[in-house]
C-alpha cells in the first residue's frame, strides 16, 4: 500500500500535487489574515482607551468652567394680580355620561327609527344628561348601528337587521 506523502506528489513529475499547492497559499493566506486581525485589535484597544481618556478630559474641563452651584434656590416672586388671574381648564374627565351607554343609543335609535347623531343626542339630552353628537357616533358604532348615508347626505343611524353579539 502507498504511502501518504506518495499520495500527495504529481505520479509523473514527483512533485506537490496542485491541490495541496492551493491548499498551502490558503493557509498562509489565513495565517497572514489571522495575523492583520490581531495588530487591529490592538490598534482598536489603544483607540478605544484613547477615546476614554478624551472623553475624562472633556468631563474634567467641562466641572471646571461651570459655575459653583448656588445651594439655596432664591424664592419665586409673587404675582402681583392674583385675583384677576384665570384659572386653566381643570382635568379632563368622562365627556359622556355614564349613564349613556351603547344599549342606551341603541333604544333612542329603536324609539326615533332612523335618526342623525345630532338628532340622538338631543333625544338624549332632554332626558338630563347633556351628551354630544360625537359621543353618540362612538357609542352607536361600538353598539352594531347600521349606518345609511340620508336624502339631506346625513349619516342616518338605525337599528341592525340582526341583534348585536352579546360578549
Same mark, same amino acid.
Request: net charge positive; no cysteine; hydrophobic share 40%.
Given at each position: 500500500?502507498?504511502?501518504?506523502?506518495?499520495?500527495?506528489?504529481?505520479?509523473?513529475?514527483?512533485?506537490?500535487?496542485?491541490?495541496?499547492?492551493?491548499?498551502?497559499?490558503?493557509?498562509?493566506?489565513?495565517?497572514?489574515?489571522?495575523?492583520?486581525?490581531?495588530? *487591529?485589535? %490592538?490598534?482598536?484597544? &489603544? +483607540? /478605544?482607551?484613547?477615546?476614554?481618556?478624551?472623553?475624562?478630559?472633556?468631563?474634567? %474641563?467641562?466641572?471646571?468652567?461651570?459655575? =459653583?452651584?448656588?445651594?439655596?434656590?432664591?424664592?419665586?416672586?409673587?404675582?402681583?394680580?392674583?385675583?384677576? #388671574?384665570?384659572?386653566? /381648564? @381643570?382635568?379632563?374627565? #368622562? %365627556?359622556?355620561?355614564? $349613564?349613556?351607554?351603547?344599549?342606551?343609543?341603541?333604544?333612542?335609535? @329603536?324609539? *326615533?327609527? $332612523?335618526? $342623525?347623531? $345630532?338628532?340622538? %343626542?338631543?333625544?338624549?339630552?332632554? +332626558? @338630563?344628561?347633556?351628551?354630544?353628537?360625537?359621543?353618540?357616533?362612538? +357609542?352607536?358604532? #361600538?353598539?352594531?348601528?347600521? &349606518?345609511?348615508?340620508?336624502?339631506?347626505?346625513?349619516?342616518?343611524?338605525?337599528?341592525?337587521? &340582526? =341583534?348585536?353579539? +352579546?360578549?
Amino acid at each position: 500500500m502507498p504511502d501518504a506523502a506518495a499520495l500527495d506528489r504529481h505520479p509523473a513529475s514527483g512533485a506537490n500535487s496542485p491541490v495541496v499547492q492551493a491548499a498551502e497559499r490558503l493557509v498562509s493566506r489565513i495565517e497572514a489574515l489571522v495575523n492583520q486581525v490581531a495588530e *487591529l485589535k %490592538a490598534d482598536n484597544a &489603544t +483607540l /478605544r482607551r484613547e477615546v476614554r481618556e478624551a472623553l475624562a478630559l472633556i468631563d474634567r %474641563a467641562g466641572e471646571a468652567a461651570a459655575p =459653583p452651584r448656588a445651594t439655596r434656590r432664591t424664592p419665586a416672586a409673587t404675582p402681583k394680580h392674583t385675583k384677576g #388671574r384665570r384659572r386653566g /381648564r @381643570g382635568p379632563k374627565g #368622562r %365627556a359622556t355620561p355614564a $349613564s349613556v351607554t351603547p344599549d342606551i343609543v341603541l333604544a333612542t335609535i @329603536g324609539k *326615533l327609527g $332612523s335618526a $342623525s347623531a $345630532s338628532e340622538i %343626542a338631543k333625544e338624549l339630552s332632554g +332626558l @338630563g344628561d347633556p351628551v354630544s353628537g360625537r359621543a353618540v357616533r362612538w +357609542l352607536a358604532e #361600538r353598539a352594531g348601528a347600521a &349606518t345609511a348615508v340620508g336624502e339631506d347626505g346625513q349619516l342616518r343611524y338605525r337599528l341592525p337587521a &340582526t =341583534p348585536p353579539r +352579546l360578549q
